[in-house]
């Protein structure tokens, strides 16, 4: 198996979840309730996770888990084939379930203007998800 990284990796979202939880595919996604998604979503870089949370729908407060692949994963082509070759932000998914570690206490956060801004530009239909 092709290592991309070691990690750690963390995964940013709006649910609460307790150590042990497993995340998987099969669900919704947090930015178009009309996909479904085959792939769970996680990032080596804290920051990374922490804006997936901010912009994620849902009621709870933005929360960035620690998280252990249970599987093979690879480069998220939703930003490394579009934006960013290379993969400089370390974004991954896989098919595999994520296992729930810890939850991180604070990240390094985004300006509230440029969340919002994201904010604005997903709900108007910022681009097609590859899944």
Not at 25 to 35: E, L
Request: cysteine-free; charged content about 25%.
């Amino acid at each position: 198996m092709l290592v991309l990284d070691k990690g750690p990796f963390y995964h940013g979202t709006k649910a609460q979840l307790e150590a042990g939880d497993l995340l998987t595919a099969g669900f919704k996604s947090n930015y178009d309730d009309k996909v479904v998604m085959n792939h769970i979503y996680f990032t080596a870089l804290p920051k990374g996770a922490g804006l997936a949370a901010e912009i994620a729908k849902g009621t709870g407060r933005p929360r960035v888990y620690l998280v252990e692949p249970s599987g093979e994963f690879e480069n998220d082509p939703n930003v490394t084939d579009k934006k960013f070759p290379g993969n400089p932000t370390r974004s991954y998914r896989s098919r595999f379930p994520l296992k729930i570690i810890a939850e991180l206490e604070s990240w390094e956060l985004y300006d509230p203007d440029f969340i919002q801004e994201l904010r604005r530009r997903i709900e108007a239909g910022m681009g097609e998800i590859i899944n």
